[in-house]
């Protein structure tokens, strides 16, 4: 990656954590209203959520309807450089912290999701977004996007939007974007 661009994304970074932040703040009670409606349009596929952490937008209460009809998993890392592993997960199951503060399943039952809910810093109206600077759902994305067909929603508040994110040839567009208002096809 070039200086410019390492830079153009580190200033993208902080500049979405802070509105993420403040709509954090004010979160609106429903926030995952939309995702639910989304998910509710799948019923058995399996699919992938994630516990929150910092201020990211609660998928939970989607991910618990979702696990009433299939399999539902949370984001595990194997390690810097690798893709992420995905660990079965339902309402009330036991976990541990994991790596980077995000806690996983105690019991490691492997999910190959159809369907990520991904969690993101930053995303514009072309599906491209930020995360946290780890490649982790690039490479994932990557390696799922070669063996069959995936649908990579992102999902956070409205106020993550940004003009356009400064993007590398290995970022993985997102296919859907939901906020706790709409959900939006990106435009390419
Ligand atoms: N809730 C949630 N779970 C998740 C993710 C996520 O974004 N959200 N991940 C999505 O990938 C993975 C965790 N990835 C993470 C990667 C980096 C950092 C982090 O704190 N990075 C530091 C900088 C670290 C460094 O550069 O050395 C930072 O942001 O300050 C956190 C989580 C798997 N689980
Ligand atoms: N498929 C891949 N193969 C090899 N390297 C990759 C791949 N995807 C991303 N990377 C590398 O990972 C690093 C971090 O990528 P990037 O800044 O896009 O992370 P991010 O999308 O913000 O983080 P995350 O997906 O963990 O939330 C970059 O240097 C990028 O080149």
Redesign the pocket.
Known sequence: MSGDLAEAKAAARRAAAERRARAHDSRPPGAAGRLSELLAGYRGVPVSG????RT?IDPLPAMAEASAHGPVAV?V?RGRGRP?DFARWQPGCALVP?P???PVPTQHEPVVPEILIV?LLAFDRRGHRL????G??DRTLAGLRARGPVLAVGFAFAAQEADEIPVEPTDAPLDLVVTEHEILTPVR
């Open positions: 994630y516990m929150p952490i990211e984001p890392i992420l994991g980077f503060g995000a969690p995360g946290y600077g780890g982790f759902y």
